[in-house]
């Protein structure tokens, strides 16, 4: 099988930023050699203003000028940069798997076109069997993986700063990054192959103890610097858990925005570790770091620990309506409320709705018995008395015993938002 010299493992600090930015220069120059047999695609800025063309992958002419291949119509999305986020109106009555064209996209730079029969997935490292004091590398086509037991798994990906603008507008907090409400979110049917069994094909090791997903699209500027292609380390009890190599969602191909031709699915997860357009995977006898596990996805902040909290994983618990900011409603008739919860830590157990600004409160009816890692659709009658303007809330339990409450602990970086979100509505 192909093999090539990867770039060396670090087992620094994940605090230590000085070693780092001397691992990331180390990559840089190792860079033609370890992707020497992958796909070139897409060069674009972190603000996505250039766009060329590269062998295995190219760009519609309407694509040509903006971050993201589908088409982004204002009453389905709202544009932010290089990310689109998904208005939860547009969700009403869609079912529970978010249509394709619906689902929120997050990119770190620009959706890249790539090739099914020219795409490789090449697995490398120390956590592969091989010669003592070598890495072994194996590759697998996109027929390969197909070839491949699949299953299919329901499950969300969502942004780990999905609500990130309530911690501002509730609490007055100031935070970084990109302004979602609660649109960064999406439920899909996935199918595709367990990486467990990509991993014993390519020869796992007992010694192996992290993977690290690495996506095709180009290289993300941040303040300056290159900081790489979007990777982030996985622990190996978690990557032979449940996660998959997708190449399917809501039984079509993968679309262009969402990772074709194989994404990673990493259920119940912040968003971040489902690496797209993954091209490869390092598999390390040690600690593996980058900047996504790192500087960024991590909690820092006077409620956390000084040099910032370990690596976030799960998902917190979180519920939407589905309406528009400021809604209308007509005094004394009755009108059925209707909203989606999730957990990453479990399933649904119970949501509560208030209808008066969190005066009182009543059970929801609950649609879904879905497990952890999607969401449980649910409705609520209500029969508004006089006009005026109000609040609606929904909190949310599940079945580990969390509740959202009526404040989140702040993080600089805006992270795992779980507070009651107060609905702005009308009465008339």
Known sequence: ???????????????????????????????????????????????????????????????ADRPIVKTLPPEWFIERGTNAETRWEALRGTGLHTPNERFFVRNHTATPVLQADEWRLRLWGSGLRGAPGEDRAVEFGYDDLRALPAVTRTAFVECAGNGRSYYTTQQGETVTGTPW??????????????????????????????????????????????????????????????????????????????????RVLVPSWVGIASVKWVGDIEVSAQPLFSPWNTTFYRLFGPAHPEGGSAPITRQATKSAFELASGATFTAGQRHVLHGRSWSGAGAVARVDVSTDAGATWRPARLHDRSGAGTWSRWSLSWKPDAPGATHLLARATDTAGRTQQDTAVPNTQGYLFDAVVRHPVSVV
């Open 181 to 262: 409400t609660l649109g960064a979110i999406g439920v899909a049917r996935w199918r595709g192959v367990r990486l467990s069994d990509v991993l014993r094909r390519a020869g796992l090791s007992p010694y192996a103890v992290d993977v690290q997903p690495r996506g095709l699209d180009a290289e993300y500027i941040s303040g300056g610097e290159n900081l790489g292609r979007v990777r982030r380390p996985l622990p190996l009890a978690k990557a032979l858990d449940d996660v998959l190599l997708a190449y399917e969602m809501n039984g079509e191909r993968l679309p262009y925005d969402h990772g074709y031709p194989v």
């Open 1 to 63: 099988m192909p093999s090539a010299t990867p770039a060396g493992h670090h087992d620094e600090s994940a605090y230590d930023r000085r070693r780092l930015r001397q691992w990331l220069a180390d990559e840089a120059r190792a860079d033609g050699v370890t992707r020497r047999r992958l796909l070139t695609l897409i060069a674009a800025t972190a603000t996505a203003t250039a766009a060329g063309t590269a062998l295995g992958a190219t760009r519609p002419a309407h694509a």
